[in-house]
């Protein structure tokens, strides 16, 4: 972790310090949850009140910005894109130097006794696996990754660093946990990485299918709630609250910053787009979709956008019906040109 003074950031950014440019700024965070040391962005001025209540010790703020706080500000012309290029120079990408180790456990990793660890297992720094879990051959256990008792990890699959899973957990061949979730920034010439440098909390007695992807939080969590069912293929993206005994069907997928609630069940190929809630108890037929910032309430729905049930099945009704009205449509036009034409004769007859 590099740490840089607040001019020194504004300097990389081409932005204007308003405040004390020597404090030291040592992390990007959430605006939320932001302490001393971190540095967090407010991209739209209508969200001025959560700057006043911020413990940062700086804020990224939009040109203008005419609100008191307490913390020292950084003005540019584009928050979001200067807070993902000082993420860049706060939180560089962890390097690995070559090298060959005669095992595949770090020495700081804490293993249960009676855990089982398969052929080419690899476990990272300070990380630990409890009683009687199975890590299988193959699987990669990143760094500060905790593994709670009773779990079954299944071959080659992955779990980044800084990740938290409960106990009696069951993670099928080739899930991936913790990767980068999708944003980005962009100038006039290129995207630039949003800092992807949140966790990911899977609770206790969840099973995720294989090659389904839980995306880490951007700079908070994504939480996976206790006894939810994930199936094979599906992807969770970064910041997604996921409820207790939720199941989810194969090749659904849910865009960033979505809350799912408890007990929801999502049928298979359902798209949810970002910030959406769908509430406790909801249905959600297959091939479905919500579009964005929608809130879903209890019931049974179906459709592209997403309706209740019962209005679907008056409008499937409708469609299967449009062939026999375009029929009917069509005869209807034959009998008016021949009445057209029984009206012009008639009237050339009495001229």
Not at 164 to 180: K, N, P, Q, Y
Not at 289 to 296: N, P, R, S
Request: proline share 2%; hydrophobic share 40%; glycine share 10%.
């Amino acid at each position: 972790m590099n740490e840089k003074t607040i001019s020194e950031l504004a300097a990389l950014v081409s932005g204007e310090v308003k405040g004390d440019g020597d404090v030291v700024i040592k992390r990007v965070a959430d605006i939320k949850n932001a302490n001393e040391g971190d540095i967090a962005f407010l991209e739209d001025l209508k969200f001025a009140e959560q700057a006043k209540i911020s413990k940062a010790s700086c804020l990224i703020v939009p040109k203008g910005f005419q609100v008191d706080v307490s913390s020292s500000l950084i003005e540019t012309a584009n928050a979001k894109l200067a807070f993902a290029l000082i993420a860049k120079i706060l939180h560089p990408p962890k390097k690995k130097i070559g090298s060959i180790h005669p095992a595949v456990i770090a020495e700081s990793a804490k293993v249960d006794s009676t855990a089982f660890i398969g052929a080419h297992v690899c476990i990272g720094e300070n990380s630990s696996v409890g009683a009687n879990t199975q890590i299988n051959s193959g699987a990669q256990i990143g760094d500060n990754v905790s593994i709670g008792d009773d779990c079954v990890i299944h071959p080659n699959v992955v779990i980044y660093d800084n990740v938290t899973i409960g106990s009696r957990v069951t993670l099928h061949a080739g899930v991936v946990i913790g990767a980068d979730g999708f944003g980005y920034a962009r100038d006039a010439d290129a995207y630039h990485k949003f800092p992807q440098i949140g966790t990911v909390m899977i609770e206790d007695d969840v099973e995720i299918g294989a090659n389904s992807c839980i995306d880490r939080g951007a700079l908070g969590e994504t939480r996976i709630g206790r006894g939810t069912k994930i199936d094979n293929l599906v992807q969770i993206a970064h910041n997604d609250q996921i409820g207790e005994r939720v199941v989810i069907a194969a090749l659904s997928g849910i865009s960033g910053s979505a809350t799912i609630e408890d007990d929801v069940v999502l049928a298979g190929q359902v798209g949810i787009a970002d910030h959406t809630r769908i509430q406790k108890g909801a249905m959600i037929g297959a091939k479905s979709a919500v579009f964005t910032g929608k809130t879903i309430r209890s019931g049974v729905w179906c459709g592209i956008p997403v309706m209740p049930l019962e209005k679907y099945k008056k409008l499937n009704a409708q469609y299967r019906a449009l062939t026999k009205m375009s029929e009917k449509i069509d005869e209807l036009k034959e009998e008016i040109e021949s009445l057209k034409e029984i009206i012009l004769e008639h009237n050339l007859r009495h001229s």
